[in-house]
């Protein structure tokens, strides 16, 4: 039984519409069964542990189950083993469910174990980052007390000249002096910073040296309008644009709005338009006939609960072409910089042909 599983562009609208459920501390992986199936199931959903918190982790899991039982439910429906030759009873069936719920128990085992060990490298590598500290650190302070033992000598040198009566001249004193005060001042910069002390004259810098404290600027984000607005700007402005294609590029949008909300153009991106598609690919096609107010999640539940068929591949392209030239006005009038919606090619086929 082969099975293809979905991308993770595509499984976003998996987890939208509830295939991944959180209950307690761990997720769980949901598949509605279809009506025609349940007598031979026996069961209206399938509900599988999968053993993590980890969200992204997950995601994976729960891609991989998604794809296995897409695959029992088109078994099921043919009732036939190609392999063998025979028709399939309802042990059968049974006991491919319990062969993907026995896989996907290898799986966690497995990956438990790959976590095991990589805690055991993280914590070898931290060990080896901390020792690594200590050699710099232990460099460093061998080099700082040999500096400050020889700013401490030069002090006393000094202070001895001065009071020996060596330098008479005001000149001379008034140099030693500021020498003094300089080296001074050496001192308290390197109690306060270290390795700073490898700018004094004559001295060696340090192979450790502290990062600077003076957090880098943050660049200004441009704002950039919503897609209402952008819509509104672009071309129910336009006089110039049909009735027509005002009323169904609004359509269009108020659909995008309706999943996504009304993002900033700048945030829609070609990961966006992709979850957009495989959205318009799962919902039913008397969505497009019907009222545009109803629940996409409900409607999508709907699709897949009794198997109805989704929207074609002709008015997904539709939909896409009319975002298309929208965004070919927002890039002449300078409010997008590129056009996510343009590169339909390959992208216009429902995700788990």
């Known amino acids: 039984m082969k099975c293809k599983p979905a991308s993770p562009q595509s499984f976003s609208k ?29 069961k209206t959903e399938f509900w599988i542990s999968l053993k993590t918190g980890n969200k992204s982790e997950a995601r ?40 993907i719920i026995k896989r996907q128990e290898e799986v966690i085992e497995i990956t438990e174990r790959n976590a095991a060990e990589q805690l055991k490298v993280e914590r070898y590598t931290a060990s080896m980052t901390r020792y690594e500290d200590l050699l710099k650190t232990r460099v460093f302070l061998t080099y700082s007390t040999d500096a400050l033992e020889r700013l401490n ?38 109690f306060q910073t270290g390795p700073v002390l490898s700018l004094a004259p004559g001295a060696v810098p340090p192979s450790h040296q502290l990062a600077s404290s003076t957090p880098s600027p ?44 009304d993002k900033p153009v700048q945030e829609i991106t070609g990961r966006v338009a992709g979850e957009f598609r495989d959205l318009l690919f799962s919902l039913p096609s008397s969505y497009a006939k019907g009222k545009q107010d109803m629940d996409l999640n409900a409607e999508v539940e709907r699709a897949q609960e009794f198997d109805l068929p989704t929207l074609s591949g002709k008015s997904v392209k539709n939909h896409f072409m009319r975002l298309s030239a929208l965004w070919n006005q927002l890039i002449r009038r300078e409010i997008a910089e590129k ?15």
């Not at 295939?19 to 031979?40: E, K, S």
Request: aromatic share 6%; no cysteine.
């Open 14 to 42: 998996l987890e939208k519409f509830s295939m991944l459920a959180l209950v307690g501390t761990h997720y769980h992986f949901r598949r509605v069964v279809p009506v025609a199936l349940r007598p031979l199931f026996g």
């Open 60 to 99: 994976l899991s729960a891609m991989a189950l998604h794809a296995q039982t897409s695959a029992l439910f088109r078994t099921a429906r043919t009732m036939t083993d190609p392999a063998q030759s025979k028709p399939l009873t309802k042990d059968d069936l049974l006991a491919l469910y319990e062969d």
């Open 153 to 190: 000598q030069h002090i006393i040198t000094l202070r001895q000249d001065m009071i020996t009566g060596k330098m008479q001249d005001k000149a001379s004193l008034a140099s030693k002096t500021e020498e003094i005060e300089r080296l001074h001042d050496t001192l308290v910069k390197m």
């Open 218 to 261: 943050i660049p200004a984000v441009p704002s950039s309008p919503r897609l209402t607005e952008a819509l509104q700007l672009a071309l129910l402005a336009d006089s110039q644009k049909s009735d027509a294609t005002k009323k169904e590029t609004a359509r269009t949008v108020a659909l995008f709005v309706q999943a996504f909300g």
């Open 339 to 353: 056009n996510p919606w343009s590169n339909v090619s390959g992208r216009l086929r429902p995700p788990y042909e």
